[in-house]
């Protein structure tokens, strides 16, 4: 009776968090649509949803093609616009929120883990991204539900360990790093190992095997087939050393630091900085007090985490237990190995360490602590260590830190009822800060604006411009406006390469240029035919002479 008076409970919850979050997502999308979208990447995923849809205004398959495919069957449907993309990225957020609530009601009240996963919808950085059409937050929709179902399959049914694994799949083709979600899953199974082992028979291992190895290939084989390449492989091998990436890469940052540095910006703001709209970074903005009171009681409860550990240590000590001295090792060990070698090797020692420490301090109370704090590690580690550093990539240990959060105030106040009081107290002065920040950034970028105007321009100029070749060196945003394929030209890169512009755009017979960055004054052979004559905001098209 317990437990169906607990799971009518649950289900009224979630279907209020649904409630919620469907006119909060609402107003994300409406805000969105005034933004609309100025990212690089993000225009890739629209033109590989195109050619999903069968349309072929070019395409780069190698980036990850779920977020795609998704947005592929509104397009194949008649709703071929950027608000199909935000709807889809809608659905994943809502859908994320209510894997958070069931992941933290794990070990929360499902009244407190409505509240936190209403808490993390609303910091400042997943309400920047959540609804861009960047892949981030949807690739952690399905990274949380894998996680999710691991659980799941360890404490009910073994089958759910199936859909587990086809949500890693789904959450590491959407974004590759986020299949570093694997560590975490598999570190919740080996700290149960003894629950887990009695759930392994040998037609489990070998069902379970066979099918595991039947997805891996058919998407190999579909990679195969459509490309001769496994794109992934590839970046994988990018994102593990960092010496393939050259200091012209937007985003280039050498200090490990960056992103601690720039969590309280992260987590709330009233509003963006005046550099926000040029470089759509978060790192400059100014975090309210809400952000050092949230990270207070997150140092708190883990400071009270990691000093059992250390108390354990130093007993261990007195009676010179080898197992102490195995971990101060291995910590040091890792420290070398993320500054001087692979940061895998760290990833891996790190996930060691705190493996041993689970073994040695076994404690089913605090499991999803040290879950958590893996989570943390893992992605921090990952992100810090690559000279490519962007605000959205760390969006995943956000999770992890609003659980510690809670935690955090459980531990501080223990009385359920002041729990409630302070978790809602808190979400509710968030409302407001999330409201400004939300408005501080509802506008559209002025770079958007005059490349569609230039868009627009040229196709009324030229309206045969469908048959000539196109360069610019925003070629994945003009393709997705001209509807037409765009060659991508950037004038430093080609430097950077010992190139010229004059001789690219002369090898793909370019009959216009579009110059929306790079700032050119003159390319021989070429004269221009538009100049918006801004000064902040620059946009010229070139014709060949």
């Known amino acids: 009776m317990y437990n169906i008076k607990e799971m009518t409970k649950n289900n009224r919850f979630i279907l209020l968090l ?32 195109m050619l999903f849809s069968h349309i072929n205004i070019g395409s780069q398959l190698s980036v990850p093609p779920v977020l795609s495919l998704l947005t592929s069957i509104p397009f194949r449907l008649g709703f071929i616009s950027e608000t199909s993309l935000f709807i889809v990225s809608g659905i994943l957020f809502i859908l994320l929120a209510i894997g958070i609530y069931l992941l933290f009601n794990e070990k929360f009240t499902p009244e407190e883990s409505l509240i936190s996963s209403l808490i993390f919808s609303m910091l400042s950085l997943v309400v ?44 590491f083709f959407t974004r590759f790093t986020e299949g570093f979600i694997l560590i975490v899953m598999a570190y919740y199974l080996l700290i149960n190992f003894d629950e887990f082992r009695k759930q392994l028979t040998k037609k489990r291992i070998l069902l379970f095997v066979a099918f595991a190895l039947i997805l891996a290939l058919v998407v190999c084989g579909v990679y195969l087939s459509y490309q001769g390449t496994i794109p992934f492989i590839s970046q994988f091998m990018e994102v593990s050393s960092s010496s393939q990436v050259s200091s012209i890469n937007v985003g280039y940052e050498l200090n490990p630091w960056y992103y601690i540095q720039n969590l309280p910006e992260y987590l709330t703001s009233f509003g963006v900085s005046n550099s926000y709209f040029s470089t759509l970074s978060t790192s400059d903005n100014s975090p309210t007090a809400l952000s050092y009171v949230l ?34 090792l291995l910590s040091i060990f890792s420290i070398i190995t993320y500054t001087h070698l692979s940061y895998m090797i760290t990833e891996v020692l790190f996930t060691i360490i705190l ?51 809670t935690q955090s105030i459980k531990f501080t106040i223990r009385d359920r009822k002041k729990i409630l009081i302070a978790l809602t107290i808190f979400l509710i002065l968030l ?21 569609k105007k230039a868009g627009q321009w040229l196709e009324q100029y030229d309206p045969q411009y469908s048959n000539y070749n196109i360069s610019s060196d925003r070629g994945v945003v003009f393709s997705w406006y001209l509807k037409k394929y765009t060659y991508t030209t950037i004038p430093r890169v080609l430097e950077a390469n010992n190139e010229s512009l004059v ?17 050119t004054t003159n390319i021989t052979g070429y004269h221009v035919i538009y100049d918006n004559e801004k000064e902040d905001v620059k946009v010229k098209i070139y014709e060949r002479d």
């Open 431 to 451: 409302i407001p800060v999330n409201a400004s920040y939300l408005t501080s950034i509802t506008q559209e970028n002025q770079h958007t604006i005059e490349e």
């Open 18 to 49: 649904v409630g919620i979050m469907l006119v909060y997502t609402g107003i994300l999308v409406y805000c969105q649509t005034i933004r609309s979208i100025s990212y690089w990447d993000i225009f890739v995923y629209l033109q590989n949803a």
């Open 295 to 328: 990270l207070l009681f997150v140092v708190i409860y883990m400071l009270k985490f990691l000093s059992k550990l250390v108390k354990y240590d130093i007993e261990e000590v007195k009676h010179k237990n080898i197992k102490v001295l195995c971990i101060i």
């Open 355 to 405: 493996l041993l420490y689970y073994k040695w301090l076994p404690d089913k109370d605090k499991q999803m602590d040290y879950v958590m704090f893996l989570w943390i590690g893992i992605f921090m580690i990952l992100h810090s260590y690559h000279p490519v550093k962007v605000d959205r990539y760390i969006i995943p240990i956000l999770i992890p830190l609003t659980y510690y959060f």
């Open 128 to 171: 920047t991204w959540a609804l861009t059409g960047a892949n981030d937050v949807p690739a952690l929709c399905f990274a949380t539900w894998a996680l999710y179902f691991t659980v799941r399959g360890l404490k009910d049914n073994f089958n759910y360990y199936y859909i587990a694994l086809l949500l890693f799949v789904l959450a």
């Open 503 to 519: 001789n690219k755009l002369n090898s793909i017979n370019a009959r216009y240029y579009i110059d929306s960055t790079s700032n």
